[in-house]
C-alpha cells in the first residue's frame, strides 16, 4: 500500500496578507481557510497546530486582525489561510462591510480553496456568524469542518454532549460538515484536525472527493 506524504505543519512560514481577492497569492495548488468569531482561539489553534508559539499573533483586542493571512507549508502550493475574526471587533459599521465583502469575494471565488475549518467556542457554539457561515459553505459545497475549542474549559461528560449534540444538528449535511473537540491547552485533538487538513491539502485527490471521510465518528471521538 502507498503511504502518502503527509503535510508538515511544522514548517509553516508567513507567506502574505491581503486586505482583498487581488492580492492574495496565485489561486494554485490547495488551500485550507480557517475562520471563527474573535474569541474562538482561532489564533491558537493555528500555532498548535504548527507546534509553533508565534506563527499567528494572539492579539489581546479580538478582531484587530483586518487581513486574509497566507501561510505556506514550504512549498508554496499548500497553504493554511487566517480569515479574518468577527464578532466582538469594534469598528465602523463601513469597516465591517468591507470586511463582508471581502471575505465573501475570497470563499465565492478562491479556485484553491479546498476546505474551510469553522472555529467555535464550545460554551456557545453556533452563534448567528457561526451558521451564515456553516449555510454558505452546504449550499456552496464547500466542506467544513468544525473545531470545538477550549474543549478543557468543560468536564468530559458535558464536551461530549456538545459535540454529539452538533453532529445531530449537522446530520443533515453530514457529507460536507464533520465536527471535532480541540483544546489547544491540552492539545487536544491535534490528530484528528491534521488529518482533515492533509486530506483536503493532498494535491494528488485533485479530481476525488475532498470530503470523504479520513477519520470516523468513533475515531475522532477516541482521539478527543
Known amino acids: 500500500m502507498t503511504v502518502k506524504p503527509t503535510v508538515n505543519f511544522h514548517q509553516a512560514r508567513f507567506l502574505t496578507s491581503a486586505a482583498k481577492l487581488t492580492q492574495c497569492p496565485p489561486d494554485i495548488g490547495a488551500e485550507v481557510a480557517f475562520a471563527g468569531r474573535s474569541n474562538a482561539g482561532k489564533s491558537s489553534a493555528l500555532n498548535t497546530l504548527a507546534q509553533q508559539t508565534k506563527l ?14 497566507f501561510f505556506t507549508m514550504g512549498n508554496m502550493v499548500q497553504r493554511i489561510v487566517d480569515l479574518p475574526g468577527y464578532g466582538f471587533a469594534r469598528v465602523a459599521k463601513t469597516t465591517k462591510a468591507d470586511w463582508d465583502q471581502h471575505l465573501e469575494e475570497y470563499l465565492q471565488k478562491r479556485q484553491s480553496l479546498r476546505g474551510l475549518v469553522l472555529l467555535m467556542d464550545i460554551r456557545h457554539p453556533l452563534k448567528e456568524f457561526d451558521v451564515d457561515m456553516l449555510d454558505w459553505a452546504v449550499a456552496s459545497g464547500l466542506p467544513c469542518h468544525i473545531l470545538l475549542t477550549k474543549a ?7 464536551a461530549q454532549a456538545t459535540l454529539l449534540q452538533i453532529r445531530k444538528d449537522m446530520a443533515g449535511s453530514a457529507d460536507l460538515v464533520s465536527v471535532q473537540l480541540f483544546s489547544s ?5 491535534i490528530e484528528v484536525l491534521s488529518a482533515k487538513i492533509n486530506q483536503w491539502l493532498d494535491l494528488s485527490e485533485a479530481d476525488a472527493d475532498p470530503d470523504s471521510p479520513a477519520v470516523s465518528d468513533e475515531d475522532q471521538i477516541a482521539a478527543d
Not at 499567528?56 to 493571512?69: C, E, F, M, V
Not at 478543557?152 to 458535558?158: E, I, Q, Y
Not at 491547552?185 to 485533538?189: D, V
Open 56 to 69: 499567528a499573533r494572539i492579539s489581546k483586542t479580538p478582531g484587530r486582525t483586518q487581513l486574509i493571512n
Open 152 to 158: 478543557d474549559k468543560l468536564k468530559r461528560g458535558a
Open 185 to 189: 491547552l491540552k492539545k487536544q485533538g
